[in-house]
């Protein structure tokens, strides 16, 4: 039996999903757009997400922060009009990105969304620091003895990828 949910009616193809740093020019873009700017938190360090969501905020546009496991329940309900992440690093066939982009690529190409990557500014962070993951915000959230596994960075091969654009196409726009 399927519930009829209004908040999820009100997002159908509507949202877009957005993980990374990107450049004003980018936002000034989806400003026009008529969409629901959905920021990955980026966890552990949550700078991407607060990059992103004060960005918008300039530009008078209300984001949604969501857990990045909150993507596959957008995905699921068919809300996601497309996915834009920052790639940094091309090489041979791949991007590197922002640890949750991959996640993303996947759920895009499942769900035959269009996945994009702008060409980053931003350089990676070197190394994350695994303790960060068990607190949020400085609250302890798992005791200190769990095990975590943070990669420095995901791998996006190109086939997930719908469009490539670098930092200094949309200066023009």
């Not at 993980?19 to 700078?47: A, I, Q, W």
């Not at 993303?104 to 994009?116: E, G, S």
Request: charged letters at 25%; one cysteine or more.
């Amino acid at each position: 039996m399927k519930i009829a949910n209004p908040i999820v009616e009100q997002l159908k193809k509507r949202v877009v999903l957005v993980h990374g740093f990107f450049n004003d020019n980018f936002f000034d873009h989806l400003k026009k757009e008529n969409v629901e700017v959905f920021v990955l938190e980026g966890r552990p360090d949550l700078v991407s997400g607060q990059h992103a969501c004060r960005k918008l905020l300039q530009r008078e546009m209300t984001p949604t922060v969501i857990a990045d496991n909150m993507a596959g329940f957008l995905f699921k309900h068919d809300c996601v009009k497309a996915v834009w992440i920052s790639g940094h690093e091309k090489e041979h066939d791949t991007f590197k990105a922002l640890t949750g982009s991959l996640i993303l690529a996947v759920l895009a190409k499942t769900h035959n969304v269009p996945f994009h990557v702008f060409e980053g500014e931003h350089p990676l962070s070197q190394k994350h620091d695994a303790g960060a993951l068990l607190k949020f915000c400085g609250i302890q959230v798992a005791e200190k003895e769990t095990k975590t596994l943070v990669p420095e960075y995901d791998l996006i091969c190109l086939d997930y990828v719908t469009k490539s654009q670098s930092h200094k196409d949309t200066r023009s726009q």
